[in-house]
């Protein structure tokens, strides 16, 4: 389900706090990042997911127009952590920008290679 207000809908959850407490929560969350990302993109963008037998894996592979490559992983936690599959990911690729998307406001780096931001702030950035 594309529509992450849709998909709380047809399951019942009318309020913040049944949300919040629900397991469906992070799926969501990540498919409301992964649709705005997609839609501020600039036209021509080329959006794909990359997982690899192994568990290789990046969320959201944006190759932007001109060529530049975005790896973003997105998470709906306040104590980002990159995993191994990310890591691994970006070494086979070598993306230009690599991002963690996570549901706070504050931008900092969190490895030389990665950068946590919040999803307003990257959809701006296009």
Known sequence: M????IAHA???IREKEA??????????????VLETLI????????????????GTEVDLLLTLPGGELWAIEVKRTMAPKIERGFHSACADLNPRKGFYVYPGTE???????????????LAKAF
Do not use: K, M
């Open 107 to 121: 931008r900092f780096p969190l490895d030389d290679r990665t950068e946590v931001i919040g999803v307003i702030e």
């Open 39 to 54: 839609t501020a993109a600039p036209d021509g963008t080329e959006a794909h997911y990359y997982r690899t037998s192994n």
């Open 2 to 5: 594309r529509d992450s207000g």
């Open 19 to 32: 949300l919040l407490g629900h397991p469906v929560v992070g799926q969501t969350w990540e498919s409301f």
């Open 10 to 12: 047809l399951r019942g």
